[in-house]
T-cell receptor, first 115, second 109 residues
């Protein structure tokens, strides 16, 4: 496998469910990111991990809980979501998370629908 | 606040040339990125500009003017597969990426 993979690709859940999104990168990168993409809106950065340490949490509600067990894997645990959380959730990785030329590479995303 | 502006949607004809503009107001500047995103797929990296001028990569070119806070992506010899959204992003003084909402490009035969 190459690049950045995400599972599942599509997820429908009720507001009381608990689910997890998984991201895996095969690029040997040290930084990983979670973004939320809503229609006609800019990408919203949610969380950043650099060398497995969380370095950014952009005022994300606690119903979203990230986990980064190692530099290759990133999870987003979901609990008690709201319908407005329905969106495309993108995972990305980059070499070191801090350099000016540091380019982010994205996974295909998980399309989440909250009923 | 920080802001990236790009047109919401553009239409062009197969074989033609199209220019997608991006203007930005950010706290500092450490480079500008263009990404392409086909519907339902991952954004893919197209280009990076940090110095003023034109960077050319095959049919795609990207231009930057830091004094004007302005960039454009130029697509030549348009093909139907170029129908996609094009995202502009600027890295600010804290090395955070600030994203535009994207420009949906529709190519007509």
């Amino acid at each position: 496998e190459t690049g950045v993979t995400q599972t599942p690709r599509h997820l429908v859940m009720g507001m009381t469910n608990k689910k997890s999104l998984k991201c895996e990168q095969h690029l040997g990168h040290n930084a990983m990111y979670w973004y939320k993409q809503s229609a006609k809106k800019p990408l919203e950065l949610m969380f950043v991990y650099n060398f497995k340490e969380q370095t950014e949490n952009n005022s994300v509600p606690s119903r979203f809980s990230p986990e980064c067990p190692n530099s290759s894997h990133l999870f987003l645990h979901l609990h008690t979501l709201q319908p407005e959380d329905s969106a495309l959730y993108l995972c990305a990785s980059s070499q070191d998370g801090g350099g000016a030329v540091d380019t982010q590479y994205f996974g295909p995303g998980t399309r989440l629908t909250v009923l | 606040g920080q802001n990236i502006d790009q047109p919401t949607e553009m239409t062009a004809t197969e074989g033609a040339i199209v220019q997608i503009n991006c203007t930005y107001q950010t706290s500092g500047f450490n480079g500008l990125f263009w990404y392409q995103q086909h519907a339902g797929e991952a954004p893919t990296f197209l280009s990076y500009n940090v110095l003023d001028g034109l960077e050319e990569k095959g049919r795609f070119s990207s231009f930057l003017s830091r004094s004007k806070g302005y960039s454009y992506l130029l697509l030549k010899e348009l093909q139907m597969k170029d129908s996609a959204s094009y995202l502009c992003a600027v890295r600010d003084s804290n090395y955070q990426l600030i994203w535009g909402a994207g420009t949906k490009l529709i190519i007509k035969p």
